[in-house]
């Protein structure tokens, strides 16, 4: 008997000869198409160009935009094929209607090439077409970013269509191959569930789930009527526990319990696929009827990798390509051996991958009528024609769909086209061996182990393998990176999910306790006072707070003074280790941390999560920079003298923090000030006093000496004033309104009698951030952005959108989806998971808010206002006004709560005006795709935080430092490589080292006796 490998080689090396007799190009449709995509593999920059050309190409309406952004996107091109791009952009510029429409006919003629047809008619030619050839279909509906639960109905809708229109065109169709046709319905539909429901939050499949199905039942039941298979693709990650359960969840339902036409996606790139699919099958045995399962790889292997990186998660899928080929043979395995209860589809266009499974089929004995193979229109066309020649069952995956909403799986199609790891590309560009292309992936893997592994031509992938530059470091590395940030909580996992309900149930038990002051270590009970209460219910008390006066204020004020001298000359490892067994704590309370923060601030799980990451990435992030500028540095190199550049820290700094990012904000203001050596007054604010004792606690157990740092909650208006006159004070660090900013500001400059120094202030104030969206942004990312930007933790951000700026051009398209979005985000008790909308602090925050939209009303248009808000708590309905003049209130004034204000402008110019012309620059965002737009925005937008093409707020520790200017901040930005010196005085010690004329030919680079404690 032949061994498997051996069987493979021969069934691959049949495909393959028969692909090389009925020679096709790697693409179906030659010309236009195939030359830029050769282009493309041959020049990794032309490629990104081209992909984002693509991209935006559908958005723009007029020929002298499309010339313009061909001119923007290419113009820089230089290489070989410079003068081939150069002259079309010549031509372009010459006829620039008839090039807009070339170009647009050219590249909607390439996406076409993968989307079957427009509109469910017009696919039924195709499919036709195909049933001739003997190959089978499943159809999807192209329009995956829903944005809206209007959107996500319509969607819905036109599946129902589509049903409807298949099985009447496919009256009388019948099975291609004859045998167990029973198994295979002709008609078979793949839904992408995230298009049928716009809030899918993965931290909380229940309410995912609550949606969906009702979405899902007539569509099911039209199906199960009209005898049509379905099958629920598998998208992101963060979508995959959900879409699972779904499945289970539905498919046990009395209903459809013994409906066999239903199939699922399991992605062989995903670490978790091998339990997934056993879980799956073992459902599968106990529901007892049969289902179906696809087997691929994975089709956003680029994106998981991306997200993982940025949020610090354990990558979900391999990095290594033969670990996916591998892992898809091991699962064909799996589904072929319980051939009994699950029909397999493999979606592959791997002829490897598609070797294997026959040959293991035929090892095990599945007739070969009794699984399919799936392949994707317009791709492998040799491929499927012979795998219809052996006899295999054939079924093509067909998109339908305008080419606007099929934008994203055009670009993933593209890029797989492409991919420097793809099978396809080693195929038919670059013609590799049949040795090669038929290779044991496992055989790769071991050759990898040997460290021999052809290195990997992916730049996300070589760019994560790189070792991390902090082990290299040099003026040129970025600060941040020398850094490597601590992780987010992933909510998509059901452990995590578990973890934070279990601490809320705890934190609920424990909520009504009373916590002390502290000051000098002793722990303080002032027989006054601060109830800090649950916004989302205003009678639970989160905790009491004892209430400093003036008196513990100057208790206060002499521990921190008598705690500087030995505190300043602690040696600076000592105070940075500090901060990491801070950082450690936090990190092993973490939950414990996020779910005061969700009683006591009223912040949706992902919120309360990241304030804590970023307090651990404060403390991480200072002690790391402290250990960069902690050594006395040579100025120079120069004969006969040694100057030696440092820092000591100023004195007693009093700490002011705001309750929106209650341990985040307190921490970073506090740790900074700490790791520089100076002794703190931490004055947390009066409505999160319990997240500040919890702070404080944690400070004292990693080891913070008595009076180094001493806890003071009180009233600011009494305690804090009286301490940010008080002349032993040397440093005040304030984030908070600009009300109070700017009191605090005026009163440090008053020097009063007895004063050893210039008062220093950090203060970061409000804004009053504006989003522009240009003509040609992605507008289904931009709602996304900006509705998260705007009313994500109800506004209460510094760094939200409160003012979008729209051109005239898409005004209504966009005001019209954003309305829509609006009318969709989740507003509730953020208790529960996957809350975007919860309620605002406090009364008083209540009554101003509401206040400013009374205002709005009577200025501008009310636009749009949510009226399901929960009655009990400060719940504030997410509001939008049209119509909003630069001059109005609402315009200007910072509202800090769920309210947008819409400003049409002209055109571009005018849009930066607007966005400038306030006393803040904070944040700012803009949404384009035109290179040129954007390189002004970056250079003209007056703002501390510019973001490009992505939301205003959730900036990172080393990645995005800060805070702004104008009257948003005058302060260096926190979390930025400067942020320290701001709590240092510099210093520079020159030495004469000449003696007689003789002096070292050496002087070195550091020197540390200036450290020495006296
Ligand atoms: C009919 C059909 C339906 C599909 N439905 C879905 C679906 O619902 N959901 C979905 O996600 N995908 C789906 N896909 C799969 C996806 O779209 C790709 O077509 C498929 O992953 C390509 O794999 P291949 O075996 O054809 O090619 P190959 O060239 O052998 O494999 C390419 C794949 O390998 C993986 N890969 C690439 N680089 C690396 C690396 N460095 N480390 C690890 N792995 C790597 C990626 O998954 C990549 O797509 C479907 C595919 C088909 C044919």
């Not at 998660?313 to 043979?329: G, H, I, L, R, T």
């Not at 994203?408 to 492409?418: A, G, I, Q």
Request: with cysteine; charged share 25%.
């Amino acid at each position: 008997m032949r061994s498997l490998q051996s069987e493979i080689e021969q069934r691959g090396t049949r495909i393959l000869r028969w692909v090389d007799q009925h020679p096709d190009s790697l693409f179906s449709k030659a010309g236009f198409y195939q030359r830029l995509m050769a282009l493309s593999m041959r020049d990794e920059q032309f490629k990104l160009q081209l992909f984002r050309f693509v991209d935006v190409l559908p958005s723009l309406h007029r020929s002298g935009e499309i010339v313009e952004h061909l001119e923007e996107y290419f113009a820089d091109v230089r290489d070989g094929f410079a003068p081939f791009v150069h002259a079309g952009i010549r031509l372009a510029r010459i006829a620039p209607w008839v090039s807009g429409r070339v170009l647009r006919w050219n590249v909607s003629g390439m996406a076409h090439q993968f989307i079957a047809g427009k509109n469910p008619d017009d696919v039924v030619k195709t499919l036709r077409k195909r049933r001739a050839q003997r190959i089978g279909f499943t159809v999807d509906l192209l329009g995956e970013a829903v944005v809206s639960e209007t959107e996500a109905d319509e969607y819905a809708g036109r599946c129902l269509d589509l049903l409807e229109t298949l099985a009447r065109e496919t009256q009388g169709w019948t099975d291609p191959l004859g045998r167990n046709s029973e198994l295979f319905p002709v008609v078979n539909v793949s839904l992408k569930i995230s298009a049928l429901y716009s809030q899918i939050n993965p931290a909380d499949p229940a309410d995912a789930i609550a949606h969906l199905a009702p979405k899902l039942l007539p569509i099911l039941r039209q199906a199960r009527e009209r005898g049509t298979f379905i099958n629920f693709d598998m998208e992101s990650y963060a979508h995959k526990n959900v879409t699972l359960e779904l499945f289970k969840r539905i498919f046990t339902d009395r209903d459809f319990k013994d409906w066999p036409h239903v199939g699922i996606v399991i992605q062989a790139y995903l670490r978790d696929s091998e339990i997934d699919l056993r879980d799956l099958i073992e459902w599968g045995r106990a529901r007892g009827t049969r289902f179906a399962v696809r087997l691929v790889k994975g089709a956003y292997w680029d994106h998981e990798t991306i997200e993982a990186s940025q949020n610090a998660w354990n990558c979900p899928v391999y990095s290594q390509k033969p670990e996916s080929d591998a892992n898809f043979e091991a699962l064909t395995r799996l589904l072929l051996e319980n051939e009994s209860i699950v029909t397999a589809a493999f979606g592959s266009h791997n002829v490897r991958s598609i070797a294997h499974a026959q040959a293991f089929a035929d090892e095990l004995g599945v007739d070969r009528s009794r699984f399919e193979f799936q392949l994707l229109y317009g791709m492998g066309g040799p491929i499927k024609r012979a795998l219809v020649e052996m006899g295999y069952r054939v079924r093509e995956y067909c998109p339908v769909g305008e080419l606007l909403p099929g934008m994203s799986y055009f670009v993933r199609r593209l890029l797989e086209n492409t991919s420097n790891e793809g099978f396809l590309r080693a195929k038919f560009a670059e013609n590799l061996s049949e040795d090669e292309l038929l290779r044991d992936p496992r055989e790769l893997l071991r050759t990898s182990r040997n460290g021999v592994l052809p290195r990997s031509n992916n730049l996300t992938i070589n760019a994560m393998k790189e070792p991390h530059p902090s082990h290299n470091r040099s003026l040129d590395t970025p600060p941040g990176d020398t850094y490597e940030n601590a992780p987010l909580t992933n909510f998509a996992q059901p452990e995590n999910q578990e973890k934070m309900r279990k601490a809320l149930s705890e934190m609920r038990t424990r909520l009504g306790k009373e916590y002390p002051l502290v000051i000098n270590g002793e722990k303080i009970f002032t027989g006054k006072t601060i109830a800090s209460i649950n916004p989302s219910s205003p009678e639970d008390v989160v905790g009491a707070v004892a209430e400093a006066g003036i008196e513990e204020a100057e208790r206060a004020v002499k521990a921190a003074r008598d705690a500087f001298e030995k505190w300043r000359w602690t040696p600076f490892e000592q105070r940075a280790q500090l901060l990491e067994r801070a950082a450690a704590i936090m990190d092993r309370r973490r939950f414990e941390l996020s779910a005061l923060e969700v009683f006591e601030v009223g912040k949706p799980w992902v919120e309360a999560d990241g304030d804590i990451r970023e307090a651990i990435d404060f403390c991480l992030f200072y002690a790391q920079q402290m250990r960069l500028i902690r050594r006395p540095r040579l100025t120079q190199h120069v004969p006969g003298e040694e100057s030696y550049y440092h820092y000591w820290p100023r004195g007693v700094a009093f700490v002011i923090a705001p309750w929106n990012f209650p341990l985040a904000i307190l921490c970073g203001m506090t740790t900074a000030a700490l790791v520089t050596g100076n002794t703190v007054i931490m004055k947390p604010a009066e409505q999160s006093a319990v997240c500040g004792a919890m702070l404080m606690e944690i400070l004292e157990e990693a080891g913070v000496p008595p009076g180094v740092l001493n806890y003071l909650p009180g009233k600011g208006s009494v305690m804090g004033a009286h301490l940010v006159d008080r002349k032993d004070v040397d440093l005040i660090a304030f984030t908070g309104s600009r009300e109070v900013g700017l009191r605090i500001w005026q009163s440090a400059g008053i020097t009063r009698p007895g004063q050893r120094e210039l008062k220093r202030v950090v203060c970061e104030m409000g804004g009053k951030n504006a989003v522009i969206i240009d003509a040609d942004a992605d507008v289904d990312e931009a709602i996304v952005d900006c509705t998260y930007s705007a009313f994500g933790y109800q506004g209460q951000k510094c760094s939200a959108l409160s003012r979008l700026i729209l051109l005239e051009e898409n005004h209504d398209r966009v005001m019209e989806r954003l309305l829509k979005a609006a009318a969709s985000v989740r507003v509730g008790n953020p208790e529960e998971p996957g809350i975007t909308v919860g309620p605002v602090i406090d009364e008083a925050a209540y009554n101003r808010i509401l206040d400013y939209i009374q205002i709005g009303k009577s200025e501008a248009t009310l636009a749009y206002q949510r009226e399901d808000v929960p009655a009990k708590g400060f719940f504030i309905p997410p509001t939008i006004f049209s119509d909003v003049k630069p001059n109005m209130r609402i315009a200007r004034e910072e509202i800090f709560g769920p309210v947008v204000s819409v400003l049409k402008v002209r055109d571009l110019d005018e849009a930066i005006a607007v966005a400038n012309g306030t006393d803040y620059a904070l944040t700012a965002g803009f949404f384009s795709r035109s290179p040129a737009n954007i390189e002004r925005a970056k250079a003209q937008i007056e703002a501390g935080n510019v973001y490009i093409n992505r939301s205003c707020t959730g900036a990172v520790v080393g990645r995005h430092p800060f805070g702004g200017f104008k009257m948003s901040g005058g302060g260096t930005k926190a979390g930025g490589a400067d942020y320290l010196l701001q709590f240092l005085v510099p210093r520079v010690v020159t030495e004469n080292i000449t003696r007689h004329g003789f002096a070292p030919e050496q002087t070195p680079e550091y020197r540390d006796e200036f450290l020495w404690a006296k």
